[in-house]
């Protein structure tokens, strides 16, 4: 993780690394879900963005850790002509 970011850094581009999410099944069947790469994995970066789908075509992403924002959502769509916002009937 450390050299990825050191590429950023000399060659002036954004890294992306993903961390999907897994059930966790306990005892009794009890389940969650987890990171899949675990928790400690999370501490590695700077920036923490979920997305996930709503409904009708729409997406969130939030943004849940920043060194320069605070935390904040946006909903989007993607279409043929690219991405854009939710039409505001969508909740």
């Known amino acids: 993780m450390q050299e990825l970011k050191m590429m950023a850094v000399k060659y002036n581009v954004a ?14 069947n009890d389940s969650h879900l987890v990171p899949a790469l675990g928790d400690s994995f999370g501490h590695y970066s700077n920036q923490r963005l979920m997305l996930g789908y709503l409904q009708h075509g729409c997406y969130a992403a939030v943004l849940f850790k920043s060194v320069r924002k605070p935390q904040s959502s946006v909903k989007f769509q ?9 039409s505001t009937s969508v909740k």
């Open 15 to 28: 890294v992306l690394v993903t961390n999907q999410l897994t059930t966790k099944v306990g005892p009794g």
């Open 78 to 86: 993607i279409l043929k002509s690219g991405i854009r916002d939710c």
